[in-house]
């Protein structure tokens, strides 16, 4: 017996010594499930993990605080289609005039050629599929929605696509299942048109007495389930969505898609639509955070979040997803409707230190709460590295044992993995179509024309007839603008900008520049 214990311990050391030395580079790629899940409008100050004190986001907080929390993430852009379109394909927005805040009948801004980051996850075995908020166009002029409408989502990399169009605030108010409108009567032909109304049909412009949810800017076209919208929508009404069961739709079919692909890599974006307007939340979180809707609409998403989670261990894939927590862009309090967001705000501070908002250039506009969570992968802990949602598409290309050329894409795995701290060393930023740099602890905006502050929304933009440049090390308020105490550093900044946006920047914004 002793012996023959032996004899298998010498052998077992033989197999061990037999075997090649792994190095790193050699080693297989892993392929853990991806899952992006994309706020809309959520602030930097918007989660008890990043300072809220007066809302609670346990399950949101579960992971950032069990992941790593990034404290200079950054959306590419401070609205969603430009930031929605460089997080898919890795492409600054400001290259591609289209990239800006669609209307519910724009075309596909994505060419179909491009590469996208569904696209290139499924050339490596991923299934693809998304869930939720699309706001890219659909179409490539004219769209029939009683008829496939494509090229869409499909197109584009997605093997699956549950979607709303455009925006919640926004006609059509149907949701769309891989191009097709989903519980469309054929009888009840959808029509939209985002100029003129149809006959007869009441909007909230003239029918205010219609409205349970008053516009207060914007927002006075085609009523539908009390909430008045942007556009003009006419039939499809067995297929209208219910605004306040959206969130547990979505919720169900990320869910399902979780428990129905989970034997192979799959990758979900499950792009939630909270605390976008409207804000409708289900009745089980009316009143719930005291602050309002766009109080309660955060605890909505925060326990969809929570509910989202749970799937993933109760299927036994939590260990092997990677999640990816992230916003659009920065927070707004009023965006067009009256629902109290501003009265009931208290002392909460959907910013967090950060100055400006939504549409801002100022820091609010495109600083986001960002996240990595993988369960026994990634340790806990925070850093401020540099990095911005663009550059997903090669970090995970690199995870998944592949690249990406030509785009603007950085490969930074190991920052995103929490293995180094190196991040980006510049990133320019966008917020309606005009640009900024940062760079290090740096940031410098041009000087741009137009007013500072966009009134309705009562956020401050960005806008300076002089340049403008802050230390946001020191100065994360952006209070201080140093442009003419540090000539300097500011052409430094100057130069490194023109460099990025190259030719067009200097074709285009000469005048402003001077
Ligand atoms: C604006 C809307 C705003 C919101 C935004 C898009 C008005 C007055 N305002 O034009 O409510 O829909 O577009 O938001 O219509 S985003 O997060 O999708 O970029
Ligand atoms: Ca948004």
Redesign the pocket.
């Known amino acids: 017996m002793k012996i023959l214990k032996g004899l298998l311990f010498l052998m077992l050391g033989a197999m061990i010594a037999c075997q090649p030395a792994k190095k790193a580079s050699e080693e297989k790629p892993s392929k853990p499930n991806v899952v992006v899940i994309y706020m809309?409008?959520l602030g930097y100050g918007d989660l008890s993990s990043y300072g809220a004190t007066e809302i609670s986001t346990p399950n949101m907080d579960a992971l950032v605080n069990g992941g790593m929390k990034f404290t200079n993430g950054y959306a590419s852009s401070a609205?969603?289609?430009p930031s929605r379109y460089a997080l898919l394909t890795g492409v600054y927005p400001w290259k591609n005039k289209d990239a800006k805040?669609l209307p519910g009948t724009a075309p596909l801004i994505i060419n179909t050629e491009q590469i996208t980051l569904p696209k290139m996850l499924r050339a490596e075995g991923y299934q693809t599929a998304l869930v939720g908020k699309w706001?890219l166009g659909l179409g490539s002029g004219h769209v029939n929605w009683n008829e496939h409408v494509t090229p869409g989502p499909n197109e584009v990399g997605f093997d699956y696509a549950y979607y709303m169009a455009a925006?919640q605030?926004?006609v059509p108010t149907v949701y769309l299942e891989d191009g097709h409108v989903d519980g469309l009567d054929k009888n009840d032909p959808i029509e939209i048109d985002y100029k003129n109304n149809f006959e007869g049909q009441p909007t909230g412009k003239d029918n205010p007495e219609l409205c349970e949810m008053m516009w207060d800017?914007?927002?006075n076209a085609t009523i539908v389930n009390g909430v008045p919208r942007?556009g003009y929508m006419k039939g499809g009404e067995a297929a209208k969505w219910s605004d306040i069961d959206m969130a547990d739709h979505f919720l169900a079919k990320a869910q399902s898609y979780v428990k129905t692909h989970k034997d192979k890599p799959f990758f979900l974006y499950y792009a939630m639509q909270q605390p976008?307007?409207p804000r409708t939340p289900h009745p089980r979180f009316k009143g719930k955070s005291g602050m309002g809707p766009r109080g309660d609409v955060i605890l909505e998403a925060d326990w969809c979040i929570g509910e989202f989670m749970k799937t993933l261990k109760e299927e036994g894939i939590l260990d092997n997803t990677i999640i990816v927590f992230s916003s659009?862009?920065g927070p707004v309090i009023n965006?067009?409707y009256v629902d109290f967001a501003v009265e009931k705000l208290g002392d909460h501070t959907p910013a967090g230190p950060l100055r400006g908002g939504?549409y801002s250039l100022f820091e609010a506009g495109t600083r986001v709460p960002f996240a990595t969570y993988w369960n026994g992968k990634i340790k806990p802990g925070t850093s401020d590295a540099l990095v911005c949602q663009m550059d997903l598409l090669a970090s995970l290309a690199k995870l998944v044992g592949t690249e990406v050329s030509s785009t603007d894409s950085q490969e930074l795995l190991d920052v995103l993995m929490g293995k180094s701290n190196k991040g980006r060393e510049s990133l320019v930023i966008e917020a309606t179509t005009r640009t900024a740099l940062r760079k290090g602890d740096w940031i410098m905006i041009p000087p741009y024309n137009g007013p500072a502050k966009i009134k309705?929304v009562n956020i401050e933009i960005g806008n300076d007839k002089k340049y403008q440049l802050y230390n946001l090390k020191e100065d994360i308020g952006q209070t201080n603008n140093l442009a003419e105490s540090k000539p300097e550093k500011l052409q430094e900044m100057i130069d490194a900008f023109i460099e990025i946006r190259g030719e067009d920047f200097s074709k285009t914004e000469k005048l402003i520049l001077k």
Do not use: E, Q
Request: aromatic share 0%; proline share 0%.
């Open positions: 809309d409008d609205t969603c289609t805040i706001h925006t605030d926004r800017h914007g927002h942007i976008h307007v659009d862009n965006d067009g939504k309705t």
